[in-house]
């Protein structure tokens, strides 16, 4: 069963606007991580939150965790065609569970 | 510095017969994951090992899937027999251990097994 539920399921925008990306998860976690893949390069990692973090950036990338809603969010400010991919959150609990992830496409 | 290695990156076998595939982790890397990843869908983890030792296998179909990791280094995964429904991407991935904070995963490119 997945833990992890990515809102809303696909996402369109133009360069240059924000995007934000939603998860929520059931039971209580170490720590959440999102990743990014596209055809190009696969999975890759982008940000790693720990339950006892509410807010961490790195880059144009923004999470926020609320450990009490059992909640994160993904905000990527400022998004080029690049960042066109599908977006998952991962829980780490007893074990790792990836949400269904977001579609992100970003127009030019 | 080598990423995880997965081989083959494409496999089409016919039904009931079995594949194989195998992955090198990132070097130092205890931590070694199998993942199946259907199409429109996030990865399911199938196994985790812990050097040599599978520590999560809760989610792997034990009656036709097996794996290995000798010497807590390269792994095998193999199906036996394969079915229609097995068709999906097959992903590995390393970390350097499970500990809080320090297990963020790195992937390889995947085996895209098809069954015909």
Known sequence: ?108 | EAGVVQSPRYKIIEKKQPVAFWCNPISGHNTLYWYRQNLGQGPELLIRYENEEAVDDSQLPKDRFSAERLKGVDSTLKIQPAELGDSAVYLCASSLGVLVGYNEQFFGPGTRLTVL
């Open chain 1, 1 to 108: 069963s997945q833990q992890g539920e990515e809102d809303p399921q696909a996402l369109s925008i133009q360069e240059g606007e924000n995007a934000t990306m939603n998860c929520s998860y059931k039971t209580s976690i170490n720590n959440l991580q999102w990743y990014r893949q596209n055809s190009g390069r696969g999975l890759v990692h982008l940000i790693l939150i720990r339950s006892n973090e509410r807010e961490k950036h790195s880059g144009r990338l923004r999470v926020t965790l609320d450990t009490s809603k059992k909640s994160s969010s993904l905000l990527i400010t400022a998004s080029r065609a690049a960042d066109t991919a599908s977006y998952f959150c991962a829980t780490y609990g007893q074990n790792f569970v990836f949400g269904p992830g977001t579609r992100l496409s970003v127009l030019p």
